[in-house]
T-cell receptor
Framework: AQSVTQPDIHITVSEGASLELRCNYS??????LFWYVQSPGQGLQLLLK??????LVQGIKGFEAEFKRSQSSFNLRKPSVHWSDAAEYFC????????????FGAGTILRVKS | ETGVTQSPTHLIKTRGQQVTLRCSSQ?????VSWYQQALGQGPQFIFQ???????GRGNFPPRFSGLQFPNYSSELNVNALELDDSALYLC???????????????FGEGSWLTVV
């Protein structure tokens, strides 16, 4: 069965500092990987996705993620964090079994201090 | 703005009661799914509907059921509510069909259910 681990429950960074959120997945074949962001009172918004090809993917809002098969990781990065990035971030994996079935990690809450 | 709208946004029910949550998919999206997000956890897949039929279910009991209508809108019904059913229920839609297509899955803002 697929699973996703986000080791960090909370992360606090200073505005303007770089950010890396960790994600490890468990799945036998090549997975489809996603990062979503959830702000209070809002639904999940897709930041980026990886299906195949270039292992460094670019997303919206200046985010990028790198797929590392050897480490079963798909970490999210941003070079300079803005206060508006404070939110909860979810990594997710799909096996492709069902169109809309994603397995999510428990999430990482990002706090940005000024 | 994802184009996926859910109602109601908040509701409180008593243990043992039944609840119906509603979702209007983004225009043209034929696949809808429901997720349960308990406090402090990631969303968990409940089930998926395509062409008005359930074609995938997560680890949820039969008292969780759903419907999809010809206009692709959807309902989630939960019978015999338990305290642990208190959660945010998210609806997601895409144009992918039964299998994975790579099309973006759009989520609504959710319905907060509190069971007392």
């Amino acid at each position: 069965a697929q699973s996703v681990t986000q080791p960090d429950i909370h992360i606090t960074v200073s505005e303007g500092a770089s950010l890396e959120l960790r994600c490890n997945y468990s799945y036998g074949a090549t997975p489809y990987l996603f990062w979503y962001v959830q702000s209070p009172g809002q639904g999940l918004q897709l930041l980026l996705k990886y299906f195949s090809g270039d292992t460094l993917v670019q997303g919206i809002k200046g985010f990028e993620a790198e797929f590392k098969r050897s480490q079963s990781s798909f970490n999210l990065r941003k070079p300079s964090v803005h206060w508006s990035d404070a939110a909860e971030y979810f990594c997710a994996v799909s096996s492709g079994e069902y169109g809309n079935k994603l397995v999510f990690g428990a999430g990482t809450i990002l706090r940005v201090k000024s | 703005e994802t184009g996926v709208t859910q109602s109601p946004t908040h509701l409180i029910k008593t243990r043992g009661q039944q609840v119906t949550l509603r979702c209007s998919s983004q225009s043209g999206h034929n696949t809808v799914s429901w997720y349960q997000q308990a406090l402090g956890q990631g969303p968990q897949f409940i089930f998926q509907y395509y062409r008005e039929e359930e074609n995938g279910r997560g680890n949820f009991p039969p008292r969780f059921s759903g419907l999809q209508f010809p206009n692709y809108s959807s309902e989630l019904n939960v019978n015999a509510l338990e305290l642990d059913d208190s959660a945010l229920y998210l609806c997601a839609s895409s144009s992918g069909g039964t299998g994975f297509s790579g099309n973006t899955i759009y989520f609504g803002e959710g319905s907060w259910l509190t069971v007392v």
